[in-house]
């Protein structure tokens, strides 16, 4: 059984940062596509960033852009997100999410296309 485990989530003051790391067990996703999600209270999960190994690494959504940076340890299944510059609106359960197959750009930004989830961590930015 696929397990998707986040850590690396903690309170950081406005500026700082934070890197978040995302292991898979139970698979491998060498072959497929890992990402994150954030969800703040009372909002809608949106898409945050994904690693597309196949076509030269990140895909960031705008408001994290130039921020914070993906990247994989494929030896040991593992994606990380480093998260600079941080913001208050920053402030959200952020969620690993994988699929074992490669997404393409159009579907990278929806959450149902990604088959499994980890429990999520939680991430404050205070100001």
């Known amino acids: 059984q696929v397990q998707l485990v986040e850590s690396g989530g903690g309170s950081v003051q406005a500026g700082g940062s934070l890197r978040l790391s995302c292991s898979a067990s139970?698979?491998?996703?060498?072959?497929?596509?890992m990402g994150w999600f954030r969800q703040a209270p009372g909002k809608e999960r949106e898409f945050v960033s994904v690693?597309?190994?196949?076509?030269?690494?990140?895909v960031y959504a705008d408001n994290v852009k130039g921020r914070f940076t993906i990247s994989r340890d494929a030896a040991k299944n593992t994606v990380h997100l480093q998260m600079n510059s941080l913001k208050p609106e920053d402030t959200a359960v952020y969620y690993c999410?994988?699929?074992?197959?490669?997404?393409?750009?159009?579907?990278?930004?929806?959450?149902?296309?990604?088959?499994?989830w980890g429990q999520g961590t939680q991430v404050t930015v205070s100001s």
């Open positions: 999410a994988a699929v074992d197959w490669r997404l393409i750009l159009s579907r990278v930004w929806n959450g149902e296309n990604y088959d499994y």
């Open positions: 139970g698979g491998t996703f060498s072959s497929g596509t």
């Open positions: 690693f597309r190994w196949w076509s030269g690494g990140g």
